[in-house]
């Protein structure tokens, strides 16, 4: 296969090399052999090198490194590395060779950013995990924006500092702060922190124990029945990850929950404001889960009672939705 950008030119015949007409007066530039990816043939947006000194581009070798491969497509030589190298030298050819010829419709590809790679990973959990020891709220939080930043910028980095325990991390240091005597102070870091847990999900038992602390479930409740929108559903969406399947410690954790103060009221309320579809479904399997684990206690007391406001809730959404229509 070859790429090929077309633009038509009735008029002119010839020019360079790379360039060739066709029968309707076209012009067909063919891309350079050294620009295309191997594996994809296409015109490469992200040169990186392979310890075997061979150039791909980085989203074509990284699925092929992600699929289980640990040679290289074109030698089949073991790697001796994972992390590919960005090849500045041929990326500035590609685009100086797109600048050249933007007449034919090219666009220069743009400067990609260099990913995180698995060292610094682990140096910013590493930092966050120090932070958290010496219960230093403003170092922790920065960290846990990095982190939170750089897994905005690209898939690729996400999976990369989750594959090094970031939902652990985080979810111990929630924990380890909703713990300190000065709540108040935390609650930045805190809010951060949960923030960036997620974009984490699904999380691993070890984070889920963590966040299903005594004094975690007590700062996601406080979270879910104050703050602004952003805030409430971050920790509804974190409760939801706590109850998401059957074992014996949810359900540990579903009785906490439904026993502790406000924690019943603030999810009907979540779900009346109708803050998005993802805000609205998370408390109703929270509450769902709840009521499954009450009424087949047997349980008919004042527990029980609060869960008849259940019905009140849904018809006036079902209402306020129609409304909308």
């Not at 050819?93 to 995180?116: A, K, L, M």
């Amino acid at each position: 296969m070859i790429s090929s950008w077309r633009r038509r030119r009735a008029a002119k015949r010839g020019g360079k090399l790379e360039q060739q007409g066709n029968e309707n007066g076209e012009i067909e530039l063919t891309v350079p052999r050294e620009f295309r990816c191997p594996i994809s043939l296409d015109l490469m947006k992200d040169p990186v090198t392979l310890s075997t000194g061979i150039t791909y581009d980085r989203d074509s070798i990284d699925k092929w490194i992600e699929a289980g491969n640990f040679t290289c497509p074109l030698t089949n030589q073991v790697l001796t590395s994972l992390e590919p190298i960005p090849n500045h030298a041929i990326r500035k050819n590609i685009q100086d060779w797109c600048v050249e010829n933007r007449s034919y419709g090219i666009e220069r590809i743009p400067t990609p950013r260099v990913p995180i790679t698995s060292v610094e990973a682990s140096n910013i959990l590493s930092k966050i995990n120090v932070a958290c020891k010496r219960q230093d709220g403003k170092g922790c939080r920065d960290l846990v924006l990095k982190i939170k930043s750089l897994a905005k910028e690209s898939e690729r980095n996400k999976r990369c500092i989750v594959t090094h325990g970031a939902d652990d991390v985080l979810s111990e240091a929630f924990q380890a702060f909703s713990m300190a005597s000065s709540f108040d102070e935390n609650v930045g870091v805190l809010e951060e922190i949960l923030s960036a847990l997620t974009r984490m999900f699904p999380l691993d038992v070890e984070a889920k124990g963590f966040l299903g602390s005594a004094s975690a479930m007590q700062c996601l409740v406080w979270f879910l029945s104050s703050g602004d929108l952003s805030r409430r559903r971050n920790a509804v969406l974190g409760l939801k990850e706590l109850v998401s399947s059957s074992s014996s410690d949810n359900r540990r954790k579903l009785n906490e929950l439904s026993e502790t103060e406000g924690a019943i009221e603030a999810l009907f309320k979540l779900i009346k404001d109708l803050i998005c579809p993802t805000a609205t479904k998370a408390p109703l399997l929270v509450v769902y889960r709840i009521t499954t684990i009450i009424f087949n206690k047997g349980e008919t007391s004042e527990k029980a009672g609060k869960f008849r406001h259940s019905t009140i809730a849904t018809r006036d959404v079902d209402r306020q939705r129609k409304e909308h229509v």
